[in-house]
């Protein structure tokens, strides 16, 4: 069941520019949370983003999210060849009274030196 | 921090073999999961743990069991190993409250021969 859909599929830009990855959802959300896989590894958690919030900053990343679109972005600022990966974002639904998270299919983020 | 460690980063093994998948997590969290990650189809999520020796199906159980009778570990059985099981298999744990990040280990690939 798919949740989450990121745009675009993948992103290539220059060392130093900005990055936006923009994420959409169907059903509503109790959170939205982004992470980030390098390749052949696992994903790690970036930054989780409530319900009831609109935006949120960790150091050079920036997340929106508008519930009445369901959607979010993420922007990762000043950009870094240590950036490149692949980015998810995942919706939190309740399965069986556990914590379930769906994830998109994820955004794959080149950054060139 | 959170350390997810799955038993082994490679793993080959031949068709009808009963694999397994071994996690462990250190900081007492509640809930374990196991998705497998394919290009094109993103993380599925096959089986999760809420408790120790509870277990509950995810989206995509069929052909695999789990087994969690300590609350650190959690392991995922092939029970008799298809080559369509060829994949990467990652392993996650959270805290059982609401709001709280998955933490992942750094995933198996497993071929099936």
């Known amino acids: 069941s798919q949740q989450g859909e990121e745009d675009p599929q993948a992103l290539s830009i220059q060392e130093g520019e900005n990055a936006t990855m923009n994420c959409s959802y169907k059903t509503s959300i109790n959170n939205l949370q982004w992470y980030r896989q390098n390749s052949g590894r696992g994903l790690v958690h970036l930054i989780l983003i409530r319900s009831n919030e609109r935006e949120k900053h960790s150091g050079r990343l920036r997340v929106t999210l508008d519930t009445s679109k369901k959607s979010s972005s993420l922007l990762i600022t000043a950009s870094r060849a240590a950036d490149t990966a692949s980015y998810f974002c995942a919706t939190l639904g309740l399965l069986r009274g556990a914590q379930k998270l769906v994830f998109g299919q994820g955004t794959r983020l080149t950054i060139n030196p | 921090d959170v350390k997810v460690t799955q038993s082994s980063r490679y793993l080959v093994k031949r068709t009808g073999e009963k694999v397994f998948l071994e996690c462990v997590q250190d900081m007492d969290h509640e809930n374990m999961f196991w998705y497998r990650q394919d290009p094109g189809l993103g993380l599925r999520l096959i089986y999760f743990?809420?408790?120790?020796?509870?277990?509950e199906k995810g989206d995509i159980p069929e052909g695999y069991s789990v087994s969690r009778e300590k609350k650190e570990r959690f392991s995922l059985i092939l029970e008799s190993a298809s080559t369509n099981q060829t994949s990467m298999y990652l392993c996650?744990?959270?805290?059982?409250?609401?709001?709280?990040?998955?933490?992942f280990g750094d995933g198996t690939r497993l071929s099936i021969l």
């Open positions: 996650a744990s959270s805290l059982f409250r609401v709001n709280q990040p998955q933490h």
């Open positions: 743990s809420y408790d120790v020796k509870m277990k």
